[in-house]
């Protein structure tokens, strides 16, 4: 009876799971749950500015549910060219990142172990100063009369600037810019795991350096690099200050029209699906960053 | 290759730091060494305020976070299995990858939502 009463009775250890679970819960769960009921809502021009879905008619509760804000998604072309569009520039802007950021994870995991936490540092360093801040400091550089062109103009390689500023290219430069500590940390953290006599027992054997790099190093690196791939894809996809900043204004990334339909058109539940629509096409690149990331840590621990 | 790396890295934050000593209002005119703007932004009272503000939100967020975040390391590394772990392993890692945005408008439609129900509380 006892013990049984003792099951029941939150112990001490209860007193430590509560409150981070009850904080997602508060502040991530439940402002989701409440843009999906959002977003099956109609949009009215009131306050708030959508229909409720549970109606009370005197005797009985009927609960309405309207997936037209759904429906005009799919069938609005602009909506699904934001979408496809926003994913092709994140996977652009990853495929980019990586490339950049390989190298970088490279060469630092081979620094002595005294070098490299202070090389890795001044990866993740630039990140702790504002964002907003860096991708303004972008603009002074690619802009036609910035500090890139004025360079390359007096250096001879080019006559007239070129535009650089307000094209698809400075979205890449910008993205691949903000999320390369996101790709060179997982991608170190892996990198320096590796057994380095494993490539000396390859050397012996008399495989070249390129081809001991593609054998060894590069499929080891597989978990890395995933995992820093998804860090930079998912937030990319929802990028919103980088293509207003830096893009084209023609260049509808969707973030900026889930903006624009919350903020100029006040049209909430067309916001909530189109954010709602956005996170279903995440949903795979989360779960594949959530199995390698969970695999990762029971490796540590064992 | 880690030169070219880190010059991407901080070439844009020392433009600014760079130009930030500019006589010009312009970005990229270099007129001359200058401390006038740092002048300027010790006299702008709306600034300094912004500064303390953001001050304030980065200190209570950091110590908040390092409470709630240590508990939840410890519930995820120590602590035996329960009830709602997966769910509370999924909880830690999905705003980590969630698009900024998505995180924003939907806790904006939380607190909208909590200030109607507190107004509908008050006139009833």
């Not at chain 1, 940390?185 to 000396?200: A, C, F, S």
């Amino acid at each position: 009876m006892i013990a049984r009463l003792q099951r029941w009775i939150p112990g001490a250890r209860w007193l430590v799971i509560a409150p981070p679970y009850v904080w997602l819960l508060m502040f991530f769960a439940v402002p989701f749950a409440i843009s999906l009921k959002i977003s099956f809502a109609k949009m009215l021009i009131a306050s708030p500015p959508y229909t409720s879905l549970l109606q009370w008619d005197g005797s009985k509760v009927s609960m309405h549910l309207d997936f037209d804000n759904y429906l005009f998604l799919v069938r609005d072309s602009e909506y699904v060219d934001a979408y496809l569009n926003s994913l092709w520039i994140a996977l652009v802007s990853t495929f980019y990142c990586l490339l950049v950021g390989y190298p970088i994870a490279y060469a630092i995991s081979r620094l002595s172990p005294s070098a490299r936490n202070a090389a890795i540092m001044l990866v993740v360093l630039p990140s702790w100063t504002s964002f907003l801040i860096r991708i303004y400091a972008w603009i002074g550089i690619l802009k036609n009369n910035g500090l890139l062109n004025n360079l390359l103009i007096r250096l001879g390689v080019i006559h007239d600037p070129i535009p650089i500023l307000h094209t698809q290219t400075a979205i890449y430069i910008g993205i691949v810019y903000a999320y390369l500590p996101f790709m060179v940390l997982p991608l170190y953290t892996n990198l320096v795991k590796h057994d380095p006599r494993l490539l000396e027992a390859a050397y012996d054997l008399g495989a070249k350096p390129w081809k001991a790099f593609l054998k060894i190093t590069l499929p080891l690196s597989k978990a890395g690099i995933i995992a820093g791939s998804m860090l930079v894809l998912i937030p990319a996809v929802g990028e919103f200050v980088i293509p207003e900043l830096l893009g084209p204004s023609t260049n509808l990334m969707i973030g900026r029209v889930l903006w624009q339909e919350f903020f100029d058109n006040r049209d909430w539940p067309v916001a909530s699906a189109v954010s709602l629509v956005m996170l279903l096409l995440l949903l795979i690149p989360i779960m594949i960053f959530h199995h390698y990331q969970a695999k990762d840590l029971e490796s540590k621990l064992s | 290759m880690l030169v070219l790396g880190y010059l991407f890295l901080y070439a844009p934050i020392f433009s600014l730091i760079v130009y930030s000593f500019n006589e010009s209002r312009l970005v990229t005119v270099w007129s001359g060494f200058s401390l006038k703007w740092y002048g300027e932004l010790f006299r702008d009272q709306e600034m300094i305020d912004a500064a303390w503000v953001s001050l304030r939100i980065a200190v209570f967020t950091a110590f908040a976070s390092v409470l709630l975040a240590t508990m939840a390391g410890m519930v995820m590394t120590r602590f035996r299995r329960f009830a709602g772990k997966t769910l509370f392993g999924g909880l830690i890692t999905a705003p980590l990858v969630m698009p900024e945005v998505i995180t924003g408008v939907s806790l904006l439609l939380m607190f909208v939502t909590l200030g109607e129900m507190r107004d509908a509380h008050m006139s009833s």
